[in-house]
């Protein structure tokens, strides 16, 4: 990479004509050209933005589907004479009470949106294509990614799926549920194209997966700055690798299951429905051999988000950095090998006993990561600004998560809860205690990197108390009603479970109250939010180091040289100096470049 | 009932307060407990490891906050290889027991009892359909919720193991028994099984609430054999899985045997055994296979089922449910010793679910290798003159 310039960092990014050194975005030019300039646009950062706003309304349809779900669940369908109560959705909808049918149609097709949007347009792509995008070439001090087009491609192939999607809900809508088991996916609606639709858009979601992944991989591999062996690296590039060698392996096998699906529903070639030979069994197995470890997809990036929040929050060195990044990987690995436990109630085979016990090894490295984390808090200099806050709630509903897993690890117990309202609780403290809490957290913690604008730090915890208590409100009740016998995608419910689901949808106003107080402190900050240093936390990394608040154009004035550890907190900074008032060491005349 | 009565009384089940509080009912089989006990031992691991790791997580960022540490700020190691160890290997010595006892309780909740009272049960959208040991069918359904949604009655003997045979006509469904804490995966192409042993008393009352034995309670009805428990769809299966239930009602023995011979003398077409024998004539299976044992070009069907069959390839299994099931729809994938050349059609198909069931069962009444419940000597033969409950 040339020497750009010799300018020093500042936080004054160069306005002129050189937009080389200016903010990557200052308009060019008036609005149509700046608009075609995002729309062609090479820049990962750029990118990375595009797809942040696009999965954050993605996330916005997602939670609406889920709070009409929750409405649906606060009272049970009751018929009498023939006229249904307590149908919420189908009264949204005006349909007919007497036609009480319809309205668990539209809840099952409620239920089925908001897994799909959640998992194939919000979890997978969340974190690495928004700020993944946007931060591995900043944090490994490279110019972009090492396929600038590719890139783009992926964000115009994740576009098209959406379209798919969005199309297959304008023809009314699938109710398969998200993970379209065969044959009920093969037979549903079978005179309608939607879920040949939907599925399609599946398929194309995975290659925009498929594309980031790869470039990911290359990035990683070949465009660290000079002086950033593997192990300079920030734990965050850890994470997105292990993600991202996830996302290239398996998304081809779910490409493969789906056209097979749509294969059988257009051309009845019996793969999966036994009616024409197939098995409904096997498609269960190539699902679950993708989905499986697309878990780890969604988690690994939270993870390792997290590893930055707890670092920078606590100005300390994270704990066992070797254990951290290698558990990343090993979660890689063992998560291809554990598909078998969503199973256990298929067939009382053998092997069951096998997918158990692999389960069981799997929560190890996740266990470390966890311990490793809370164990650089120790003895730290810990900030309770709004990131530190959602690690601080990453570890407490992740913790929840994780432990929660040992009841479906362990066969017998899996048996009474499989398939219950446990499974949909335990998921969801994984998911989004774990994935979009660090999200979140993670937004907020970059948010003045990537728009060079601070936000309320007050009302941002405002938001982040009712985000936490909601959450907790919405899914605990779920894992009691689970353990109970309340079985998942019920539009209607024997009466006993009443008070949970009721404590649960009220969570979930508090939850989406919560959400929406981030988005307004978001809009405000971008509108008057006062002016981000170049390094608000006082991280070491070299996005927050080396460039700008908003990085220019370019992401670096000159290439940089890495000269220290990415959490050497103890040699670089003292644990006094506030933020913008350390001066950085000098680069060391004797690394070798 | 005042609070403290309700602990003495958890105490005197057996029950923990927290497993009063979780699950509201102990569980009504004799697997339930088991898997009740291992639930709330992971539920405590569970407890007291969440609370580990929460006291740090809320103590430090105070003990250790940035405005505090102006004077006593210490440099600390980043890395531990010891501690690293041991909390990687503790974890796994806690999960190993847990392994090992699921493991446990999946093997007594799958492998029933030779002596298992069979029932076969047909799923389909949306409704359950049981077959009882003499060909009896249910045909009653039962109003026992607020809903009009009526729901099949399945009848089980009290204290004795009850194996179920399943099978769909459509979609992947699931058999699932709260109460029970078990459940499984029911398929359109396979049989599979699950068994329990259901407790004489149930917990829940007619209309699926709980039993309040407290008298002065609006809810108090006398609990009685016979009340029952819930069955739920537990895989999604579309427009109404959530009212794709059934309502297991728990008899004494002799009134379980009254039950099922009223059953079968009310069934106009004859029993599912006599329907099997029909289908089997019709579809001319005994122009082949005898069934008094008697030599023919196929195997005879007096004593199939349970017998271990050799095949031409040199293996050897026996003869179960999904294996008839397996050789009337494909019968050429495996030939029997001593039957090569004899070309019996495939019938996969020709032959409709509901037929090949009630082949399968007919087969099944013509072996001896069929598993028999043990009836007690008092209740060798019921008097069907006195009406059921």
Same mark, same amino acid.
């Given at each position: 990479?040339?020497? *750009?310039?010799?300018?020093?960092?500042?936080?004054?990014?160069?306005?002129?004509?050189?937009?080389?050194?200016?903010?990557?975005?200052?308009?060019?030019?008036?609005?149509?050209?700046?608009?075609?300039?995002?729309?062609?646009?090479?820049?990962?950062?750029?990118?990375?933005?595009?797809?942040?706003?696009?999965?954050?309304?993605?996330?916005?349809?997602?939670?609406?589907?889920?709070?009409?779900?929750?409405?649906?669940?606060?009272?049970?369908?009751?018929?009498?004479?023939?006229?249904?109560?307590?149908?919420?959705?189908?009264?949204?909808?005006?349909?007919?009470?007497?036609?009480?049918?319809?309205?668990?149609?539209?809840?099952?097709?409620?239920?089925?949106?908001?897994?799909?949007?959640?998992?194939?347009?919000?979890?997978?792509?969340?974190?690495?294509?928004?700020?993944?995008?946007?931060?591995?070439?900043?944090?490994?001090?490279?110019?972009?990614?090492?396929?600038?087009?590719?890139?783009?491609?992926?964000?115009?192939?994740?576009?098209?799926?959406?379209? $798919?999607?969005?199309?297959?809900?304008?023809?009314?809508?699938?109710?398969?549920?998200?993970?379209?088991?065969?044959?009920?996916?093969?037979?549903?609606?079978?005179?309608?194209?939607?879920?040949?639709?939907?599925?399609?858009?599946?398929?194309?979601?995975?290659?925009?997966?498929?594309?980031?992944?790869?470039?990911?991989?290359?990035?990683?591999?070949?465009?660290?700055?000079?002086?950033?062996?593997?192990?300079?690296?920030?734990?965050?590039?850890?994470?997105?690798?292990?993600?991202?060698?996830?996302?290239?392996?398996?998304?081809?096998?779910?490409?493969?299951?789906?056209?097979?699906?749509? $294969?059988?529903?257009?051309?009845?070639?019996?793969?999966?429905?036994?009616?024409?030979?197939?098995?409904?069994?096997?498609?269960?197995?190539?699902?679950?051999?993708?989905?499986?470890?697309?878990?780890?997809?969604?988690?690994?990036?939270?993870?390792?988000?997290?590893?930055?929040?707890?670092?920078?929050?606590?100005?300390?060195?994270?704990?066992?950095?070797?254990?951290?990044?290698?558990?990343?990987?090993?979660?890689?690995?063992?998560?291809?090998?554990?598909?078998?436990?969503?199973?256990?109630?298929?067939?009382?085979?053998?092997?069951?006993?096998?997918?158990?016990?692999?389960?069981? /090894?799997?929560?190890?490295?996740?266990?470390?990561?966890?311990?490793?984390?809370?164990?650089?808090?120790?003895?730290?200099?810990?900030?309770?600004?709004?990131?530190?806050?959602?690690?601080?709630?990453?570890?407490?509903?992740?913790?929840?998560?994780?432990? =929660?897993?040992?009841?479906?690890?362990?066969?017998?117990?899996?048996?009474?809860?499989?398939?219950?309202?446990?499974?949909?609780?335990?998921?969801?403290?994984?998911?989004?205690?774990?994935?979009?809490?660090?999200?979140?957290?993670?937004?907020?913690?970059?948010?003045?990197?990537?728009?060079?604008?601070?936000?309320?730090?007050?009302?941002?915890?405002?938001?982040?108390?009712?985000?936490?208590?909601?959450?907790?409100?919405?899914?605990?009740?779920?894992?009691?009603?689970?353990?109970?016998?309340?079985?998942?995608?019920?539009?209607?419910?024997?009466?006993?479970?009443?008070?949970?689901?009721?404590?649960?949808?009220?969570?979930?106003?508090?939850?989406?109250?919560?959400?929406?107080?981030?988005?307004?402190?978001?809009?405000?900050?971008?509108?008057?939010?006062? %002016?981000?240093? !170049?390094?608000?936390?006082?991280?070491?990394?070299?996005?927050?180091?080396?460039?700008?608040?908003?990085?220019?154009?370019?992401?670096?004035?000159?290439?940089?040289?890495?000269?220290?550890?990415?959490?050497?907190?103890?040699?670089?900074?003292?644990?006094? =100096?506030?933020?913008?008032?350390?001066?950085?060491?000098?680069?060391?005349?004797?690394?070798?470049? | 009932?005042?609070?403290?009565?309700?602990? /003495?009384?958890?105490?005197?089940?057996?029950?923990?307060?927290?497993?009063?509080?979780?699950?509201?009912?102990?569980?009504?089989?004799?697997?339930?407990?088991?898997?009740?006990?291992?639930?709330?031992?992971?539920?405590?691991?569970?407890?007291?490891?969440?609370?580990?790791?929460?006291?740090?997580?809320?103590?430090?960022?105070?003990?250790?906050?940035?405005?505090?540490?102006?004077?006593?700020?210490?440099?600390?190691?980043?890395?531990?290889?010891?501690?690293?160890?041991?909390?990687?290997?503790?974890?796994?010595?806690?999960?190993? !027991?847990?392994?090992?006892?699921?493991?446990?309780?999946?093997?007594?909740?799958?492998?029933?009892?030779?002596?298992?009272?069979?029932?076969?049960?047909?799923?389909?959208?949306?409704?359950?359909?049981?077959?009882?040991?003499?060909?009896?069918?249910?045909?009653?359904?039962?109003?026992?919720?607020?809903?009009?949604?009526?729901?099949?009655?399945?009848?089980?003997?009290?204290?004795?193991?009850?194996?179920?045979?399943?099978?769909?006509?459509?979609?992947?469904?699931?058999?699932?028994?709260?109460?029970?804490?078990?459940?499984?995966?029911?398929?359109?192409?396979?049989?599979?099984?699950?068994?329990?042993?259901?407790?004489?008393?149930?917990?829940?009352?007619?209309?699926?609430?709980?039993?309040?034995?407290?008298?002065?309670?609006?809810? $108090?009805?006398?609990?009685?054999?016979?009340?029952?428990?819930?069955?739920?769809?537990?895989?999604?299966?579309?427009?109404?899985?959530?009212?794709?239930?059934?309502?297991?009602?728990?008899?004494?023995?002799?009134?379980?045997?009254?039950? *099922?011979?009223?059953?079968?003398?009310?069934?106009?077409?004859?029993?599912?055994?006599?329907?099997? %024998?029909?289908?089997?004539?019709?579809?001319?299976?005994?122009?082949?296979?005898?069934?008094?044992?008697?030599?023919?070009?196929?195997?005879?069907? %007096?004593?199939?089922?349970?017998?271990?069959?050799?095949?031409?390839?040199?293996?050897?299994?026996?003869?179960?449910?999904?294996?008839?099931?397996?050789?009337?729809?494909?019968?050429?994938?495996?030939?029997?010793?001593?039957?090569?050349?004899?070309?019996?059609?495939?019938?996969?198909?020709?032959?409709?679910?509901?037929?090949?069931?009630?082949?399968?069962?007919?087969?099944?009444?013509?072996?001896?290798?069929?598993?028999?419940?043990?009836?007690?000597?008092?209740?060798?033969?019921?008097?069907?003159?006195?009406?059921?409950?």
């Amino acid at each position: 990479m040339a020497t *750009i310039s010799s300018n020093p960092v500042s936080g004054h990014p160069h306005h002129g004509h050189d937009h080389a050194h200016a903010s990557y975005l200052q308009p060019k030019g008036g609005f149509a050209a700046t608009v075609w300039d995002w729309m062609t646009t090479v820049d990962h950062k750029k990118i990375g933005v595009m797809y942040l706003f696009a999965i954050l309304f993605m996330f916005f349809l997602g939670g609406v589907a889920a709070l009409a779900v929750r409405m649906e669940l606060f009272t049970p369908t009751v018929v009498t004479g023939g006229v249904a109560t307590g149908q919420e959705l189908a009264k949204f909808w005006g349909v007919d009470a007497r036609d009480w049918a319809e309205g668990n149609n539209i809840y099952n097709r409620t239920m089925t949106l908001h897994g799909l949007i959640m998992v194939f347009l919000v979890i997978v792509p969340s974190v690495p294509a928004s700020l993944g995008n946007f931060l591995i070439p900043l944090m490994i001090g490279a110019k972009d990614v090492a396929f600038p087009r590719l890139n783009l491609a992926s964000w115009y192939v994740y576009l098209l799926g959406s379209m $798919f999607a969005i199309t297959a809900v304008i023809m009314g809508g699938v109710d398969t549920g998200w993970t379209f088991y065969t044959p009920y996916s093969t037979t549903t609606d079978a005179e309608s194209m939607k879920v040949v639709w939907m599925v399609l858009g599946a398929f194309i979601l995975g290659f925009s997966s498929i594309f980031t992944g790869l470039n990911f991989i290359v990035t990683i591999h070949k465009l660290r700055a000079p002086g950033m062996g593997w192990f300079d690296m920030p734990l965050f590039i850890w994470g997105m690798y292990g993600a991202a060698v996830i996302q290239v392996l398996a998304t081809p096998v779910i490409g493969i299951t789906l056209l097979l699906l749509i $294969f059988e529903r257009l051309f009845h070639i019996g793969i999966f429905d036994p009616r024409m030979g197939g098995d409904p069994v096997l498609f269960q197995h190539f699902f679950w051999f993708y989905s499986h470890p697309v878990v780890y997809v969604m988690i690994l990036p939270g993870m390792a988000i997290m590893s930055e929040l707890v670092a920078v929050g606590a100005r300390k060195k994270v704990f066992g950095y070797r254990a951290v990044a290698f558990s990343s990987l090993a979660i890689a690995g063992i998560s291809f090998i554990v598909w078998g436990h969503h199973l256990f109630t298929s067939q009382g085979e053998v092997s069951a006993v096998i997918f158990s016990a692999l389960t069981f /090894l799997v929560a190890i490295p996740s266990a470390v990561k966890v311990f490793n984390w809370i164990s650089t808090y120790y003895r730290g200099s810990i900030t309770l600004n709004t990131p530190s806050l959602y690690a601080l709630a990453f570890l407490f509903l992740f913790s929840i998560g994780g432990l =929660t897993g040992l009841f479906l690890g362990a066969l017998a117990t899996d048996l009474h809860l499989h398939d219950t309202y446990f499974i949909v609780a335990h998921f969801h403290y994984v998911m989004m205690g774990g994935t979009i809490i660090a999200f979140v957290g993670g937004i907020h913690f970059w948010w003045p990197k990537m728009f060079g604008k601070m936000y309320n730090e007050n009302w941002a915890k405002v938001g982040w108390l009712l985000v936490f208590v909601g959450f907790n409100l919405t899914f605990f009740p779920q894992f009691i009603m689970g353990s109970q016998g309340m079985p998942r995608r019920y539009a209607n419910y024997v009466e006993e479970f009443q008070i949970y689901h009721q404590l649960s949808t009220v969570g979930s106003w508090v939850l989406a109250l919560g959400f929406v107080i981030h988005l307004l402190t978001f809009i405000h900050s971008l509108v008057a939010g006062p %002016k981000a240093d !170049p390094n608000p936390h006082g991280a070491l990394t070299l996005e927050w180091t080396h460039t700008s608040s908003p990085p220019i154009e370019h992401n670096f004035e000159h290439e940089p040289v890495v000269t220290h550890g990415p959490y050497d907190f103890d040699d670089v900074i003292p644990p006094q =100096t506030r933020p913008g008032e350390f001066q950085l060491p000098k680069p060391n005349p004797n690394l070798k470049h | 009932m005042s609070t403290s009565m309700d602990t /003495l009384l958890a105490l005197a089940e057996g029950r923990s307060l927290l497993h009063r509080i979780w699950f509201l009912s102990r569980g009504d089989s004799s697997q339930a407990a088991s898997t009740d006990n291992l639930f709330m031992f992971i539920l405590w691991v569970c407890i007291i490891s969440f609370v580990l790791l929460l006291i740090p997580i809320v103590y430090f960022p105070f003990k250790y906050h940035r405005s505090k540490q102006a004077t006593n700020y210490v440099q600390s190691p980043s890395h531990h290889t010891l501690l690293e160890l041991a909390w990687s290997v503790v974890p796994l010595m806690v999960m190993i !027991p847990i392994f090992v006892w699921g493991f446990d309780g999946y093997v007594s909740k799958l492998a029933s009892p030779a002596d298992a009272e069979e029932i076969h049960i047909r799923g389909q959208m949306w409704n359950w359909t049981p077959r009882y040991r003499n060909g009896a069918e249910t045909d009653l359904s039962a109003r026992i919720t607020d809903t009009e949604t009526d729901v099949p009655v399945i009848y089980v003997p009290a204290e004795r193991p009850v194996k179920l045979i399943m099978s769909s006509s459509d979609v992947i469904h699931s058999f699932f028994v709260p109460d029970f804490r078990t459940k499984m995966d029911v398929f359109p192409n396979r049989f599979t099984s699950m068994w329990f042993k259901p407790m004489r008393e149930s917990t829940r009352g007619p209309g699926g609430k709980y039993i309040d034995e407290d008298e002065k309670s609006p809810n $108090f009805r006398k609990p009685y054999p016979g009340s029952g428990h819930w069955v739920f769809c537990a895989e999604y299966c579309g427009t109404k899985h959530a009212e794709m239930g059934a309502w297991i009602v728990v008899l004494p023995r002799r009134e379980f045997e009254i039950k *099922i011979h009223e059953l079968a003398t009310i069934f106009p077409e004859g029993t599912w055994a006599q329907a099997g %024998k029909t289908i089997s004539t019709r579809k001319g299976c005994l122009q082949c296979h005898s069934i008094d044992g008697s030599p023919n070009s196929g195997p005879t069907w %007096k004593n199939m089922y349970g017998a271990t069959h050799t095949y031409t390839d040199g293996s050897s299994e026996v003869v179960d449910f999904n294996h008839l099931r397996e050789h009337i729809l494909y019968s050429q994938r495996k030939i029997m010793t001593g039957y090569a050349g004899q070309n019996m059609p495939i019938f996969a198909g020709q032959i409709k679910d509901t037929e090949l069931d009630a082949i399968i069962f007919y087969i099944k009444t013509l072996s001896d290798k069929t598993p028999q419940p043990e009836l007690d000597k008092a209740n060798q033969e019921p008097d069907f003159s006195q009406p059921a409950q």
